[in-house]
C-alpha cells in the first residue's frame, strides 16, 4: 500500500513538473508570437511605403511615354 502512494506522489509530482515546463513553453511562445505580430506589421507598413512611392512614380511618368508603349 505503501509502494502504491509513493507510485502516485511520483506521477503527480511528474505531472506538476509537466505542467511547469508547458507554461513556461506557453510563455515563450506568447512572447515570440507577440514579436512576429509586431515584425509582421513594421513590414506590412514598409510594403505599404513602398508600393506608395512607387505609385507616386508611375503617376509622375510622362503620359507621351505611355501611347508611345501601347
Do not use: C, W, Y
Amino acid at each position: 500500500m505503501i509502494f502504491d502512494f509513493q507510485s502516485m506522489l511520483d506521477k503527480v509530482k511528474q505531472l506538476a513538473e509537466m505542467a511547469q515546463t508547458l507554461r513556461s513553453e506557453n510563455a515563450a511562445l506568447r512572447s515570440e508570437v507577440a514579436a512576429l505580430t509586431e515584425q509582421n506589421t513594421q513590414l506590412g507598413q514598409r510594403m505599404q511605403e513602398a508600393h506608395d512611392r512607387v505609385a507616386k512614380l508611375i503617376d509622375r511618368l510622362p503620359a507621351d511615354a505611355d501611347r508611345e508603349a501601347a
